[in-house]
């Protein structure tokens, strides 16, 4: 079972805590459940700000107890409620609140500009830095500390694991030191070579762990992947 620790001053850049990995796309599978014990519906988006590292920010949610509470409060149809991370209580199977749905925020007074959404994270291609496209971002991975991850495949990236018979076996990280920017796309502060080079010899140097994940994975009929990154110490930094 999936125990969360939330640190609870998320103004001093405290962040959630994991006894395993998890991902963006794992949690939108999620019941959301308030303090009373009710499902109140499911997460519809999440949202992040990047500054060196994305940041998880809000939460957004959906559902039909969601639309009923919605016209309650005459909120429109197009606004959702928003909770923060501070706002979970722990999560298994389900995210568990520590507050009521009646306390949460609402989407166009909580979320800001500058906050970027799950989904148009996942429309971006992300290029080097000369402009050319090597892949997209897919996911959005939280680390046992409570960092985050982007987890990207297609283009290049794809074709580099295909090439090793891994494309089911693992993913790409892209390290956050290589991103110069996030906005219509993904800017790389690396050359495509340098990422050719660099995940070349990452995974020859990691193909035992991969291998031994993968019968493992077989033998527990589970889909775990060995998560490496795009950019470590091969080829010039």
Not at 87 to 101: E, F, P
Request: proline letters at 3%; one cysteine or more.
């Amino acid at each position: 079972m999936l125990n969360e620790i939330i640190k609870k001053n998320s103004c001093r850049g405290e962040t959630m805590k994991l006894s395993k990995p998890i991902c963006c796309q794992d949690i939108k599978k999620m019941d959301v459940i308030d303090a009373s014990g009710k499902k109140i519906g499911k997460i519809l988006n999440l949202t992040f700000t990047f500054d060196d590292s994305l940041k998880l920010k809000h939460f957004i949610l959906s559902g039909s107890r969601i639309e009923e509470f919605l016209e309650a409060i005459n909120l429109k149809p197009d606004e959702h409620p928003v909770f923060e991370s501070t706002a979970i209580k722990k999560i298994d199977t389900h995210i568990h609140l520590d507050t009521s749905v009646n306390s949460l925020k609402n989407s166009h007074d909580t979320i800001a500009d500058d906050e970027i959404k799950f989904s148009d994270l996942q429309k971006l291609e992300i290029v080097d830095k000369d402009g050319v496209k090597v892949g997209r971002a897919i996911n959005v991975d939280f680390d046992i500390d409570g960092r985050t991850a982007l987890i990207a495949g297609g283009g290049l990236l794809e074709e580099k694991l295909e090439s090793f018979g891994l494309k089911e076996d693992v993913d790409i990280i892209i390290p956050f030191h290589v991103i110069v920017s996030i906005d219509e796309s993904i800017r790389l502060s690396v050359s495509k070579d340098e990422l050719v080079t660099s995940i070349d010899g990452i995974l020859k140097e990691r193909a035992n762990e991969i291998k031994n994940q993968r019968e493992a994975a077989a033998a527990h009929s589970h889909g775990k992947k060995v998560r490496v990154p795009a950019h470590w110490r091969y080829g010039p930094a």
